[in-house]
Nanobody, 114 residues
Framework: QVQLVESGGGLVQAGGSLTLSCTAS????????MAWYRQVPGRQRELVAA???????TYVESVKGRFTISRDNAKNTLYLRMNSLNSEDTAVYYC????????WGQGTQVAVSV
């Protein structure tokens, strides 16, 4: 059974930083392209960043230069380092495969205060 457990969110002031973690289980992590998504109430879930098995990364334009996605295959863990946070980054953040499957975790809330 696939499980994705996100953590690391919280309340932070604008300009601050957070690092999110996602622990994956129930599938072989290392050969999978993985991604972070975020969702604001009333809006569609948005892909924020993705990482390939070889470490290649892609980002949505709004977070380029501020967010860094990484992975530790030995720990089956995906990370998202978020710097220079602003109010538009406020959302619930989820991890999933880059081609998402119907196994969404509970997400982790990020709230940025101005």
């Amino acid at each position: 059974q696939v499980q994705l457990v996100e953590s690391g969110g919280g309340l932070v002031q604008a300009g601050g930083s957070l690092t999110l973690s996602c622990t994956a289980s129930g599938f072989i992590f290392s050969p999978k392209s993985m991604a972070w998504y975020r969702q604001v109430p009333g809006r569609q879930r948005e892909l924020v960043a993705a990482i390939e098995p070889d470490g290649a990364t892609t980002y949505v334009e709004s977070v380029k230069g501020r967010f860094t996605i990484s992975r530790d295959n030995a720990k089956n863990t995906l990370y998202l380092r978020m710097n220079s946070l602003n109010s538009e980054d406020t959302a619930v953040y989820y991890c999933n495969l880059a081609r998402p499957i119907n196994a969404w975790g509970q997400g982790t809330q990020v709230a940025v205060s101005v």
